[in-house]
């Protein structure tokens, strides 16, 4: 079920089976989708990972993640892209830039109980009734729906993960700045004077959360990007390296090889020979 507003805003809701898995797939600009499990032992291809889901666990998409369905049950699909609903002012714990989609230094996951399931099935069940109606107030419902369901989810990660207030709001900047700005920068420097904080700061808060430091966040994450592009594009590895900020291919190889331990032009065919027989490749 789709609502399409007329300023281009999008929300998307279904129940997906292994019928109509390849919605999955679907790769729409500026969408966030959270896709919640009902039956045990579904797989997922995420950025060439194979990921195994279970019953009432809850994972938080952005648009940049690679889904590729293997074996699906049944999952309560939503999706919206950040025109139809974005907490932008003070960087909001529940917006498009809050701690489910960018604030997550790994893919955020949760896991719902009994008290959690009833209620967000009781919401649910609002979302489908509402999708039926065709109004000047359905978008503001819809939108309040949702942010709802975000709160919801949001507690429930908090006191799942431990999370500490300490420092939140800077450390989703910084994931979210780097989400941005990845392919072109590099250091941690540059990020921190877009904070307007020194990059001891940040170590240190980092230090304080039990999180990777700064800099090995940013590194993971252009890796992971020149992992997407080597899998999923016929860019060549010098393209690949410009594009991510490289003005030679040599030291984007030599930064490729020291985390991945093998050259990207031998992790790509190394791609090709796992895709000829049927395998995944973990990265």
């Known amino acids: 079920m ?7 805003e999008e929300f998307y809701i279904e129940d997906i089976s292994g019928a109509n898995c390849h919605i999955l797939k679907e790769q729409i600009p500026g969408a966030l989708s959270i896709l919640w499990f009902e039956t045990n032992n579904n797989r997922l291809e995420i950025d060439g990972k194979e990921v195994v889901f279970h019953k009432n666990q809850i994972v938080f998409l952005t648009e940049f993640h690679k889904v590729k369905p293997i074996s699906i049950g049944q999952v309560r699909f939503v999706r919206f892209n950040r025109s139809f609903y974005c907490v932008l002012s003070g960087d909001a714990e529940i917006g498009c830039k809050g701690l489910l989609f960018f604030g997550a ?4 996951v949760i896991t719902i109980a009994n008290e959690e399931e009833r209620n967000l099935k009781l919401l649910w069940q609002v979302f489908l009734m509402e999708m039926q109606s065709d109004d000047n107030l359905q978008i503001e419902m819809l939108q309040m ?3 709802r369901y975000l709160i919801l989810c949001t507690r429930i990660y908090k006191s799942q993960k431990q999370y500490d207030a300490l420092d939140s709001d800077l450390i989703r900047q910084f994931n979210y700045l780097v989400e941005e700005h990845h392919h ?3 250091t941690v420097a540059a990020y921190a004077k877009l904070l307007h904080k020194s990059p001891k700061t ?9 999180n990777k430091t700064p800099l090995q966040y ?4 252009i890796m992971l990007a020149a992992r997407r592009l080597l899998h999923y594009s016929d860019n060549q590895v010098q393209e690949i390296a410009y594009e991510l900020g490289y003005e030679d291919v040599q030291s984007f190889s030599r930064f490729f090889k020291r985390h991945e331990g093998v050259s990207p032009n031998t992790y790509k065919l190394q791609l ?3 895709a000829a027989s049927g395998k995944i490749v973990n990265s």
């Open 2 to 8: 789709q609502f399409i507003g007329h300023t281009k």
């Open 145 to 147: 729906l949702l942010k």
């Open 218 to 221: 940013i590194q993971d994450r």
């Open 184 to 186: 072109k920068l590099h």
């Open 105 to 108: 230094t790994q893919l955020p």
């Open 202 to 210: 940040l170590s240190n808060i980092f230090a304080q959360t039990g």
């Open 272 to 274: 090709q020979e796992n």
